[in-house]
């Protein structure tokens, strides 16, 4: 199974997003960041990463990426710091959620599984799954493009104050 067949419905373009809300096992794709912000902070984070989608990561300083998240916490988590695409996993009481922040901010997915469907460890490897099976490619800076690797978020930084896209 893959990360994505888990959802039973998926929509791009969700219309009327604040009327309908977020129908169990579905996945919106091309929703603002705006709209991830509005859910994220009434979730409990279990699982986060940034993606290689549009940096070169040979080129950046991942020492500053671990400096900002540690030393020391800062007050909020702020996740457009890392210049490129953050994935989360969350849970509230009965739903596993999704967020796929990109960081162009205007096709971003967020997606509701019912617990009783997987659980956490299963749902988290699935998404790890999906991500390492993309092959690396050399790219142009700033190619929209998934190449497989992933940083995991401390899980104590997604849950310091308010999350923001």
């Known amino acids: 199974m893959s990360f994505y067949n888990l959802f039973q419905h998926i929509e791009e373009y969700p219309d009327n997003i604040a009327e309908q809300g977020i129908p169990n096992n579905t996945l919106f794709e091309f929703v603002s960041s705006s709209f991830l912000n509005g859910f994220i902070n009434y979730t409990e984070p279990f699982w986060g990463c940034v993606i290689e989608r549009y ?13 900002y998240l540690f030393d020391p916490l800062p007050p909020h988590a702020h996740l457009d710091y890392f210049d490129d695409d953050v994935l989360i996993l969350s849970e509230t009481a009965n739903c596993f959620w999704f967020f796929w922040f990109d960081c162009d901010v205007s096709d971003c997915q967020i997606g509701r599984i019912d ?37 995991e ?13």
């Open 153 to 165: 978020l401390s899980v104590k930084y997604l849950k310091r104050g308010w999350i923001s896209f």
């Open 115 to 151: 617990k009783s469907l997987i659980t956490k460890d299963e749902m988290r490897d699935l998404l790890v799954e999906w991500i390492k099976s993309h092959d690396y490619t050399d790219r142009p800076l700033d190619t929209e493009s998934v190449v497989g690797n992933y940083y």
């Open 55 to 67: 940096k070169v990561w040979k080129d950046i300083d991942m020492d500053m990426w671990k400096k």
